[in-house]
């Protein structure tokens, strides 16, 4: 082996290493800080009302339920925003598209919590009603990448596959849905986020959560409950953050 190639395989190495690298900090912060926080409260005497809310079933409950809501919520927001993103990315469509902007941004203009009231006036306490806030709340982000990432397409790329002979649907999908990858997951990723910490907000009108155990511990004084619900919240939605990193790695196009 040739003194180049050594050099140039130690060279490659450290390239190799520090994606790796910076993809396991996250997971890697968030397990020393769930096993610090797993010690710290079985150092505590906790007291009956403590223990019912720190138990593993109670806590796997809660974090089945934040799961949902933030799932469920995210699914309708892909299903809403990116076609209305779409519609509002084209020109014809440039009368409407205020309108669109409009409607997104009344869910971030409004406090969350008083879209939650009014739901409940309407549809009552549960899982449904959180949903109302959480769609509400982080269709924005998706919906504003969506256009952004649709119009910022070079046009002479739409241009060649007009003259490849390919449909409108056909270069929505095949070229300009596919540039426009990176912004949307951008905007994905930033709802997500938003979501999961909303969610927390589903505990005011019964669709369970971390919340509960964040609200339940404010109203009886038992901080540990509270700083439990908080962390693991909180762990949540850096982990989700996480993912949404790794799949803007993955899913980004060749050569972008």
């Not at 596959?161 to 409108?168: F, N, V, Y």
């Not at 404010?218 to 919240?233: A, W």
């Not at 990193?245 to 060749?254: C, S």
Request: glycine share 10%.
């Amino acid at each position: 082996m040739s003194a180049e190639t050594l050099y140039a395989g130690q060279a490659r190495t450290p390239g190799r290493r520090l994606p790796i690298l910076r993809h396991l900090f996250t997971p890697a912060a968030v397990a020393v800080v769930l096993i610090a926080l797993y010690a710290w409260v079985g150092t505590l005497e906790l007291d009956s009302i403590e223990q019912r809310s720190l138990n593993r079933a109670v806590i796997v409950t809660k974090a089945v339920e934040h799961l949902q809501m933030t799932i469920a919520a995210t699914i309708l927001v892909v299903a809403i925003a990116i076609p209305l993103g779409v519609v509002a990315s084209r020109a014809r469509n440039r009368l409407i598209a205020p309108v669109i902007l409009t409607l997104g941004n009344l869910g971030q203009a409004v406090p969350c919590i008083g879209l939650l009231v009014l739901a409940t006036f309407l549809m009552g306490v549960g899982f449904q009603t959180a949903l109302v806030g959480l769609v509400a709340y982080a269709v924005l982000p998706v919906l504003r990448n969506t256009m952004v990432g649709v119009q910022q397409v070079d046009p002479a790329l739409i241009e060649a596959a007009r003259g490849m002979g390919m449909t409108r649907g056909q270069i929505l999908r095949r070229v300009e849905l596919k540039l426009a990858v990176p912004a949307i997951l951008a905007g994905l990723r930033t709802a997500l986020v938003l979501t999961v910490g909303v969610a927390t907000l589903g505990a005011f009108v019964a669709a369970g959560g971390f919340g509960e155990l964040i609200i339940n511990g404010l109203k009886l004084n038992r901080m540990p409950v509270t700083i439990v619900g908080g962390v693991l919240t909180a762990a949540i939605a850096f982990l989700i953050d996480w993912l949404g990193g790794l799949a803007e790695h993955l899913l980004k196009p060749r050569g972008m």
